[in-house]
């Protein structure tokens, strides 16, 4: 996506450890128009699936998926990276280290909103090594619903984890990726 | 605003230790539809209040606030919880005890997103005792951006923190107060 591209090489700041700023547009600073735009591609990029909800992860994801819904006219379903008094009943559950953090989770979705007849486009903003959307597909496994697609914001390429979702025969799109950022220096695939 | 009152009435669970679950169309599972009403009815609420920027606190106000920030034509500033290694640099930072997790902790914005030259409405899914309202409140104080408005979508009047606000002469809108909750029978004021 050209228009995201251009943004990440205006605005994304690179830091130490292969870290990606993009806190001023994309997940701290929200551009909405920007991600009005992300979802009309993504609505375009996935117009031949039969999507009946979308599934993100908080924080970052929360804001892009319901922009991102109203192109597909569909509900979202965000997982819970702690256990919350406002979450009671049965549980899916999965285990997710957060590179960014540097803590490990656990990542919890209501049975009641996953189940077997749900076609989930998952949502994120980052892929990077992929445990946070290993973590997203274990909870579908759980629920026996259809993964039909998963809608990246920025993949970092040069680790990995979107190439491994590919080798799996998983329909990943990734509006951006990066495969290096070395010197300050982002290289798009 | 009714169709939000109805869809409490229909949809909301009461559970032990006044916690109200509306965990089915407002903060896990989302009701895309039903926030776009919500986003109408705070740009007819706040119609007269030059706002320029939304900032919320993560993570189940920022779908809210992405969703009502479309009819402001406004940026979004999240509060993040936890120290991300994606926030560099100098931030305003606010002590907060959640009710609902039970757990003290920081919330956090860049100075290079809030400042003296803006005029700020906040928005958040619930409201109760305030403290998560008080936090961004001095988050605000300590940039000195002017504080326009806070728009709630639901409000626990019997918990105290909107009387609080409102008598401190702060412009707070909730779309739905609940004086009452007990033995599962929701009282609106």
Redesign the interface.
């Known amino acids: 996506m050209q228009l995201l591209k251009e943004r990440i090489l205006k605005d994304g700041i690179v830091?130490d450890?292969n870290?990606l700023?993009?806190?001023?547009f994309l997940?701290?600073?929200?551009?909405?128009n920007l991600?009005?735009e992300i979802g009309k591609e993504f609505k375009s990029l996935f117009k031949d699936n039969k999507i009946n909800k979308i599934l993100t992860i908080?924080?970052?994801g929360?804001?892009l998926?319901?922009?991102i819904?109203?192109y597909f006219?569909?509900?979202?379903?965000?997982a819970?990276?702690?256990?919350?008094?406002?979450?009671?009943g049965d549980v899916y559950t999965a285990d997710v280290h957060s590179y960014?953090?540097?803590k490990d989770y656990k990542v919890t979705?209501?049975k009641?909103?996953i189940n077997e007849n749900d076609n989930i486009l998952i949502i994120d903003d980052f892929l990077a090594t992929g445990t946070a959307l290993f973590g997203l597909m274990s909870i579908l496994e759980q629920s026996n619903a259809k993964l039909e697609g998963i809608g990246i914001i920025i993949e970092k390429g040069f680790q990995g984890g979107g190439d491994k979702i590919r080798e799996m025969g998983i329909n990943l799109k990734s509006l951006a990726i990066i495969d290096s950022m070395e010197n300050n220096n982002i290289v798009f695939r």
Not at 21 to 24: A, C, G, H, I, Q
Not at 27 to 32: A, E, G, P, T
Not at 80 to 88: D, E
Request: net charge positive.
């Open positions: 830091r450890g870290i700023s993009v806190d001023s997940n701290h600073q929200i551009d909405i991600y009005n908080e924080a970052s929360i804001g998926a319901c922009i819904a109203q006219d569909v509900p979202v379903v965000f819970k990276k702690s256990k919350s008094l406002n979450v009671s960014t953090s540097n979705v209501s009641k909103y």
